[in-house]
């Protein structure tokens, strides 16, 4: 298997303009994850899906963020207008059941928004 | 709210020799899953190893061994035979399997692993 796939592995943008991110997660795996990465905050969960259903979106940290499944081979992670603090490390991961199986991780998108 | 910590934000090592690193975790819940990842200089998150709470034998996986106390909340990582290769971040995590968040993964700071030739 390919592992999960993020795109693109960078991205450099200015303030104000629409970023998004994509996930391409492993096959057959029904739960997708995304997280952020900062030195400040660490590693933490932005959202994640169930069969393409968002589930638990209580750490996406506000309205310019938005994600979106819509089938079960494709996500994507949208920033708009995107600030300079959303500067971060954007990790999608895929698992094959929730609460009992491992995620695995993409490769991750290094985001920077200057 | 469960929380994760990892006391240790450096530690070095020399090749082939073994290290523990140490992690701690606070949680009311009595079902639950520890893991350890690896984070190298090429970012990708790489599971290193899981214990299911509810085993009482420790998990290994070739060189790397945990020692899970489960009363003292205590989930160490020990590697032996340290290889150049396990230059990392490593990252304790949580997660617990029960509620709406039953997936969510709660990170450690992690601890940056040199291993010195």
């Known amino acids: 298997d390919a592992g999960v796939i993020q795109s693109p592995r960078h991205e450099v943008t200015e303030m104000g303009q629409e970023v998004t991110l994509r996930c391409k997660p492993i096959?057959?795996?029904?739960?997708l994850f995304w997280y952020r990465q900062t030195m400040m905050r660490g590693l933490e969960l932005l959202i994640y899906f169930n069969n393409n259903v968002p589930i638990d979106d209580s750490g996406m940290p506000e309205d310019r963020f938005s994600a979106k499944m819509p089938n079960a081979s494709f996500s994507t992670l949208k920033i708009q207008p995107s600030e300079p603090r959303d500067s971060a490390v954007y990790f999608c991961?895929?698992?094959?059941?929730?609460?009992?199986?491992?995620?695995?991780f993409g490769p991750g998108t290094r985001l920077t928004v200057l | 709210a469960q929380t994760v910590t990892q006391s240790q934000p450096e530690m070095s090592v020399q090749e082939a020799e073994t290290v523990t690193l140490s992690c701690t975790y606070d949680?009311?819940?009595?079902?639950?899953?520890l893991f350890w990842y690896k984070q190298p200089p090429s970012r990708q998150m790489i599971l290193v190893i899981r214990?299911?709470?509810?085993?009482?034998q420790n998990a290994t996986e070739n060189r790397f061994s945990v020692n899970f106390q489960k009363a003292a909340k205590s989930f160490s990582l020990k590697i032996s035979d340290s290889q150049l290769g396990d230059t990392a971040m490593y990252f304790c995590a949580f997660m617990n399997p029960q509620g709406a968040s039953g997936s969510r993964l709660t990170f450690g700071e992690g601890t940056q692993l040199t291993v010195n030739p």
């Open positions: 991961a895929s698992s094959l059941r929730a609460g009992i199986d491992t995620q695995y």
């Open positions: 949680t009311s819940e009595s079902n639950y899953y």
């Open positions: 096959s057959g795996h029904d739960y």
């Open positions: 214990q299911e709470a509810y085993k009482q």
